[in-house]
């Protein structure tokens, strides 16, 4: 006995690997790729404070520009509780699937990570055991 692997079976493995973390009320879900996350350094420090991994925005109805979902990729500082947003994707259908309609970078910016807050919860996710 063998057995054939095909892409859709490969597509099923990569939906797999997105968790999700929040939904709010107008129906918008944020997932974390758990098989994105890695640890790295922030800035000039030898540590490997920060976390790095890639959300994905997953939105139940089209909003004006056409997108229906937004893959981020962010930074996480563990240890000072900030976040920065390095990369933007948006595509026409859910999941991150479908037509790329916008591919830019983000701004880099380090936030502070506001208690009780959506980013505080993928902080605690992503940043357990720093």
Known sequence: MFFIFSPLVLSNQEIS?????????????????INSLTSKRCGFSLAFWCRRFSELHDYAVMK?????SVKHIVDY????KMWRLIRVES?????????????????????KIILDSVEDEKYKYVCRGY
């Open 91 to 111: 595509y026409r259908e859910n999941m991150g699937r479908g037509e790329l309609l916008l591919d830019v970078a983000g701004d880099a910016i380090w936030k």
């Open 64 to 68: 004006i520009n056409n997108e229906m």
């Open 77 to 80: 500082h563990c240890k000072r």
């Open 17 to 33: 690997d997105w968790r999700s973390i929040y939904q709010y009320e107008n129906g918008r879900r944020d997932f974390i790729d």
